[in-house]
């Protein structure tokens, strides 16, 4: 939070503590140090008498002021934007001017602008805290939050700034997610009937330049399955059910070094090209679709596909603290869980103890591979030689397992471990 201040500097510099609309209190500051409490009722508003001099900030209420002028005068013009602290919005303003009720022609969009001062100007302002939505965020920040039920959700942009944020993708459809909202320092959202599926928001500065964005996984929680000293979540990543046999449970795929989820095998008959698409049935934000490229994805080409393997690889992004794995999960090489020689039905792995991986294909730049026989996981680290930067992952068909390197752009389905 910001601190609260208004500073009278003529006599007096006034502190405002604030925990929230209802309770708080304010302190004056006079300039030999002593410190008077006044009462709380008298935070709600700040009284500007003209001819004296003021400081650029004010705060009250969790409203911070920013005068554009260091005095206020008579017949002179009186401007200040009103900013929301971090986690609080603006409840209400009252404008008076010489005991008149100026607020409907005087504020607008968190902008006081009076065009001639005619006596004592006094601003009432009241913040309140944003209180509403799961904070998914809660537990510690990620890239992709889980959603077990419909309401209103909220996390935290960990160190990111924008000026909105908007809904990217959702293979649910357009009424699925709605009112995306940044506020402060969260992103708001609002699931509406609970659907198992995938989604991504979005954070934009205002060029509408994408910042970072979010995966939203609609599903029912995962359980973790404690093998071999090893806490798996029992599904891949992206995954609405733990049942191997069933396609819902292949998830999505990934490139390595890039925590964006991309279509799974679910949507073999989805092929992503260079013209930006996406799968039938999916909501996609006007101006996006899922495409291939040459050049490296960045956090503003999320939908970005690279099909270069040269030595540069084709993303930075696993460099970030963030990996594609919710809050407490991490990305671990299954090689160990395996083996080299797994027991390998007409679905998948079976390793017993309720741990399974499906044969849940892949996607390498020339379209879906069956998973009736094979699947290749991305093990989580990286591994670089002269021709290109490729991958450490697990390769499995037809009951064998191999150590295997994929090459970076190659579209691979992840399974995540917890701390």
């Not at 029992?234 to 069933?246: C, E, H, K, M, V």
Request: charged content about 15%.
């Amino acid at each position: 939070m910001k601190k609260s201040i208004l500073a009278i500097m003529a006599s007096l510099f006034v502190v405002f503590a604030s925990v929230n609309a209802q309770s708080f209190k304010m302190q004056v500051e006079k300039s030999d140090g002593t410190i008077i409490t006044l009462p709380a009722d008298f935070v709600k508003q700040v009284t500007f008498i003209p001819a004296e001099t003021y400081s650029i900030t004010y705060s009250l209420n969790g409203v911070t002021s920013s005068n554009n002028e260091t005095s206020i005068s008579e017949g002179m013009p009186y401007s200040t934007n009103l900013i929301v602290d971090d986690n609080y919005y603006i409840s209400s303003v009252n404008i008076l001017m010489n005991g008149y009720d100026v607020t409907s022609t005087s504020y607008s969009e968190g902008t006081i602008k009076i065009k001639e001062v005619t006596g004592n100007i006094i601003i009432t302002a009241t913040a309140l805290p944003y209180s509403e939505g799961v904070d998914l965020s809660a537990q510690g920040t990620a890239n992709c939050y889980i959603v077990s039920e419909s309401g209103t959700y909220k996390f935290l942009i960990d160190g990111y700034s924008g000026s909105s944020a908007f809904l990217l993708w959702n293979e649910l459809g357009a009424n699925d997610i709605s009112d995306v909202e940044l506020k402060g320092n969260y992103i708001f959202f609002k699931k509406n009937s609970f659907q198992k599926g995938n989604a991504v928001i979005s954070l934009m500065d205002d060029t509408k330049t994408i910042i970072w964005s979010w995966h939203i996984w609609s599903t029912d929680v995962p359980s973790v399955i404690n093998y071999d000293g090893t806490k798996w979540m029992d599904r891949n990543l992206g995954a609405t059910t733990a049942d191997y046999t069933s396609e819902d449970s292949y998830g999505m795929y990934y490139l390595f070094g890039n925590p964006m989820p991309f279509p799974g095998y679910k949507y073999k008959d989805f092929t992503i090209t260079e013209t930006p698409s996406v799968p039938n049935g999916w909501y996609v934000a006007e101006g996006y679709g899922f495409y291939q490229s040459s050049k490296m994805p960045s956090p503003s080409t999320p939908m970005q596909v690279c099909n270069n393997i040269d030595a540069y690889g084709n993303s930075t992004f696993f460099r970030s603290p963030k990996n594609p794995c919710p809050t407490n999960y991490y990305c671990s090489g299954i090689q160990g869980a395996i083996g080299y020689e797994p027991v390998v039905d007409s679905y998948g792995i079976n390793l017993g103890e309720g741990l399974y991986f499906p044969l849940a294909g892949g996607h390498y730049g020339y379209g879906y591979q069956c998973p009736s026989n094979m699947s290749c996981y991305w093990a989580g680290f990286n591994v670089y030689n002269s021709a290109a930067v490729v991958g450490s992952a697990v390769y499995f068909q037809d009951g064998l397992s191999k150590r295997y390197y994929n090459n970076a752009n190659a579209g691979s389905p992840m399974r995540a471990a917890r701390y």
